[in-house]
């Protein structure tokens, strides 16, 4: 069985960080390539970042400089720093594994107000 499962999330002012993590099991999560997605309420679900399994990654513009995706599989797990939340931040963000097959975890709330 495939299991994604994310935490970290909560509230937080603007200007504040938060640490997503996400632990896969039931794959071979080094040859997997990893994301973060994120859906506010009324929107669609949109990449955040994502790292590959040789450890390149890419970020959606908005995030770009604020939030670093990183990996450890040794530890079998993805993580998101966010550094300067802003409002518009807040969303539900979904762990993502991708290969052959594509897995998604239960999502992790992410509320940035004052």
């Known amino acids: 069985q495939v299991l994604f499962v994310e935490s970290g999330g909560g509230l937080v002012q603007p200007g504040g960080s938060l640490n997503l993590s996400c632990t896969a099991s039931?794959?071979?999560?080094?040859?997997?390539?990893m994301g973060w997605y994120r859906q506010a309420p009324g929107k669609e679900r949109e990449l955040v970042a994502e790292?590959?399994?040789?450890?390149?990654?890419k970020y959606e513009d908005s995030v770009e400089g604020r939030f670093t995706i990183s990996r450890d599989n040794s530890k079998n797990s993805v993580y998101l720093q966010m550094n300067s939340l802003k409002i518009e931040d807040t969303a539900v963000y979904y762990c993502?594994?991708?290969?052959?097959?594509?897995?998604w975890g239960q999502g992790t709330q992410v509320t940035v107000s004052s």
């Open positions: 790292i590959s399994r040789g450890f390149f990654t």
């Open positions: 039931g794959i071979i999560f080094s040859t997997y390539h």
């Open positions: 993502n594994g991708r290969m052959l097959e594509t897995f």
